[in-house]
T-cell receptor
Framework: AQSVAQPEDQVNVAEGNPLTVKCTYS??????LFWYVQYPNRGLQFLLK??????LVKGSYGFEAEFNKSQTSFHLKKPSALVSDSALYFC????????????FGAGTRLFVKA | DARVTQTPRHKVTEMGQEVTMRCQPI?????VFWYRQTMMQGLELLAY????????DSGMPKDRFSAEMPDATLATLKIQPSEPRDSAVYFC??????????????FGDGTRLSIL
């Protein structure tokens, strides 16, 4: 069965510092991995995805994520955090099995302090 | 930009009343999802449709919830009768599933439901 774990409920970082939001996954077959961001009173917005190829994926708003097959991880990163990055971040995984369902993690709340 | 549209954005009603939430998926998308988000449970998948056919509604309380897609431009989620524990934000998302499950989902901004 597919699963996603986001081990941190909350991440705090100072503005200008690098940030990392962690995600590990479990899936049968080749994973398709996604990051979404949710701002207050809004739906989830797609940030980036990994399908195949280069392990470092670049996405919207300066975010990137690194796929690590041996560690089954897909951590979200940004070199320099902005206060406006404060939001709820979701990691998700899907595969060409299990009815093509996407499984979302529990979410990690990011606080960026000025 | 094409968007998923959900109505109403907010709904407050009394316990026992019927609630209907509507979703207009992005034109051309063949898969529609209904999610519920609460502080305690996080994001839960209630049901999803592909080409208007229900594929999985195992996440939905069957006795009071129902989901339908009467046509390609409209998905509905109904609760009858509603209970206070149904209070949550309900999201609709649409996506395009081709031979691979590698396309992202596009979410609406949700219906915030309060059952008194």
């Amino acid at each position: 069965a597919q699963s996603v774990a986001q081990p941190e409920d909350q991440v705090n970082v100072a503005e200008g510092n690098p940030l990392t939001v962690k995600c590990t996954y479990s899936v049968s077959g080749n994973p398709y991995l996604f990051w979404y961001v949710q701002y207050p009173n809004r739906g989830l917005q797609f940030l980036l995805k990994y399908i195949t190829g280069d392990n470092l994926v670049k996405g919207s708003y300066g975010f990137e994520a690194e796929f690590n097959k041996s560690q089954t991880s897909f951590h979200l990163k940004k070199p320099s955090a902005l206060v406006s990055d404060s939001a709820l971040y979701f990691c998700a995984v899907s595969a060409n099995t299990g009815g093509f369902k996407t499984i979302f993690g529990a979410g990690t709340r990011l606080f960026v302090k000025a | 930009d094409a968007r998923v549209t959900q109505t109403p954005r907010h709904k407050v009603t009394e316990m026992g009343q019927e609630v209907t939430m509507r979703c207009q998926p992005i034109l051309g998308h063949n898969t529609v999802f209904w999610y519920r988000q609460t502080m305690m449970q996080g994001l839960e998948l209630l049901a999803y449709f592909r080409n208007r056919a229900p594929l999985d509604d195992s996440g939905m309380p069957k006795d009071r919830f129902s989901a339908e897609m009467p046509d390609a431009t409209l998905a509905t989620l109904k609760i009858q009768p509603s209970e206070p524990r149904d209070s949550a934000v309900y999201f609709c998302a649409s996506g395009l599933v081709s031979p691979r499950a590698d396309q992202p989902q596009h979410f609406g901004d949700g219906t915030r439901l309060s059952i008194l």
